[in-house]
């Protein structure tokens, strides 16, 4: 998939810029209604790319789950395309991994060279500084493809 165009980082900051404020609503993906990390994905991947490639299923909301299988990573490599996470580029959906040995859960969009937009419990979709802290946790980065 290494060879597909990636959408203009513009559009997609965009339209995740149009998702702020958008309340937390675990497992939702509506702008301006609900949504988790992963709908605020989908929702800005619907309007930059087009629709969803398959059906989302009910995960967990654990971030501490461990396991062998990257869900999410492998998910994003099926319909993305891989980069290294320090060469991520803004537009890039950043996958963070938020405990030690724990599977990656959680994602945001890279804004600039230090500020993401994510959807976080209680605050809802917000853009805030990539900090150093944030910066540890990416575990993966990915482009959303040029529209088909």
Do not use: N
């Not at 993906?29 to 992963?38: A, E, I, R, T, Y």
């Not at 299923?57 to 654990?62: G, I, L, N, Q, V």
């Not at 501490?64 to 319909?79: D, K, N, P, Q």
Request: aromatic share 8%.
């Amino acid at each position: 998939m290494s060879q597909r165009k990636s959408a203009e980082p513009s559009i997609v900051i965009a339209a995740a810029r149009r998702w702020l404020g958008t309340p937390y609503h675990d497992q939702a993906s509506m702008c301006g209604v609900g949504c988790d990390c992963l709908g605020l994905a989908r929702g800005v991947w619907r309007e930059v790319v087009g629709p969803e490639p398959f059906p989302i299923p009910p995960y967990s909301r654990d971030w501490g789950e461990t396991g062998s299988l990257e869900v999410m990573a492998e998910g994003a490599r099926r319909m993305m395309i891989e980069v290294e996470p320090a060469q991520a580029p803004p537009g890039a959906l950043l996958l963070f991994r938020m405990m030690p040995r724990a599977i990656a859960k959680h994602v945001g969009i890279l804004t600039g060279p230090d500020s993401f937009i994510h959807a976080y419990e209680r605050l809802g979709v917000i853009e805030q500084p990539l900090s150093p802290a944030w910066q540890r946790r990416i575990a993966f980065a990915f482009l959303f493809p040029l529209r088909d």
